[in-house]
């Protein structure tokens, strides 16, 4: 072996090193982003599903409110326009629940 070959070979060598430890790094980098991106995604996701929860228990207080007021179910859906019956008994079944009736 010629002694300018294994300098060349060592510095190759040092060269794949390198190149992999900075992929290494790069893709670290990248699954620590992508996991407190999926962090955030939970967190608007908790958001979210605590306001859908707050606009069903809303929706269904109101509901049986005006049912307790004389206002039938099948009114309620004609009153609300694009909402089933299912989904009316549905909703006043949650707020039933959630206030222990």
């Not at 620590?32 to 207080?61: C, I, M, Q, T, Y």
């Not at 179910?73 to 909703?91: I, N, Y």
């Amino acid at each position: 072996m010629q002694p300018g070959s294994r300098k060349l070979i060592l510095l190759r060598s040092e060269r794949r090193i390198i190149t992999v430890a900075l992929k290494s790094d790069w893709a670290l980098r990248v699954v620590a982003e992508r996991s407190s991106s999926f962090r955030r995604r939970d967190v608007r996701r908790s958001v979210n599903d605590a306001a859908v929860r707050h606009a069903e228990l809303s929706g269904g207080g109101l509901l049986a409110m005006t049912y307790h007021e004389g206002l039938s179910m099948r009114d309620a859906v004609k009153w609300c326009g694009s909402v089933t019956m299912r989904e009316v008994t549905r909703l006043r079944r949650l707020a039933d629940q959630h206030s222990g009736g």
